[in-house]
């Protein structure tokens, strides 16, 4: 069974910019969630998406946005990047929602902004 | 909210024993899980306890204390694959899963 996927794996944009990132989880899961990794801050949660529908939203501001489709992939989208959302993204997917089941971590996108 | 502490490094030798504590709060929690990352690698899933005590899964171990709101993870036998970030991650109503900042562990020869 392949396992979860992300594209692009890195990425270097401009302040000011914004970015899509999409993930692909692992055939059956339903359910994909979404952390921003840097360095001191651990695995920061960012949404989570369930059967196309948004279940949990982290402490993020409003220009971290999400969607899931009806195959499950999901996309995150950051709009006007700052310099501090350079970090490394995360998803995961799960068979049920995140808090009751193990998740299935992806590589990775690594997001550099300049 | 949520929160977690664990200690932020350990370091070892090959062959003993490490034990990460994990101190919660976390209102509705239901659940504590353990996942492993090394250097420039994705979260790997170890363990999750539901209930008080002890779980074991060949050379780590995790326990639980809902009464403390404490767990641990057990590492025996250390070898060297084993440096890594591991993190605990409790489950909470709402089936939201909060992480901790992780801990770096460093195994010497």
């Known amino acids: 069974k392949a396992g979860v996927t992300q594209t692009p794996r890195y990425l270097i944009k401009t302040r000011g910019q914004q970015v899509t990132l999409s993930c692909s989880p692992i055939?059956?899961?339903?359910?994909v969630s979404w952390y921003q990794q840097t360095p001191g801050q651990g695995l920061q949660f960012l949404f989570e998406?369930?059967?196309?529908?948004?279940?949990n939203k982290g402490n993020f501001p409003g220009r971290f946005s999400g969607r899931q489709f009806s195959n499950s992939r999901s996309e995150m989208n950051v709009s006007t990047l700052e310099l501090g959302d350079s970090a490394l993204y995360l998803c995961a997917s799960s068979l049920g929602l995140a808090g009751a089941h193990e998740q299935y971590f992806g590589p990775g996108t690594r997001l550099t902004v300049t | 909210g949520q929160s977690l502490e664990q200690p932020s490094e350990v370091t070892a030798v090959e062959g003993a024993i490490v034990q990460i504590n994990c101190t919660y709060q976390t209102s509705g929690f239901y659940g504590l899980s353990w996942y492993q990352q090394h250097d420039g690698g994705a979260p790997t899933f170890l363990s999750y306890?539901?209930?008080?005590g002890l779980e074991e899964t060949g050379r780590f171990s995790s326990f639980l204390s809902r009464s403390d709101s404490y767990g641990y993870l057990l590492l025996q036998e250390l070898q060297m694959k084993d440096s890594a970030s591991y993190f605990c991650?409790?489950?909470?109503?709402?089936?939201?899963?909060?992480f901790g900042g992780g801990t770096r562990v460093l195994v010497k020869p």
């Open positions: 998406y369930f059967s196309e529908t948004q279940r």
């Open positions: 306890n539901a209930l008080d």
């Open positions: 991650a409790a489950s909470a109503a709402g089936n939201k899963l909060t």
């Open positions: 055939s059956g899961h339903r359910s």
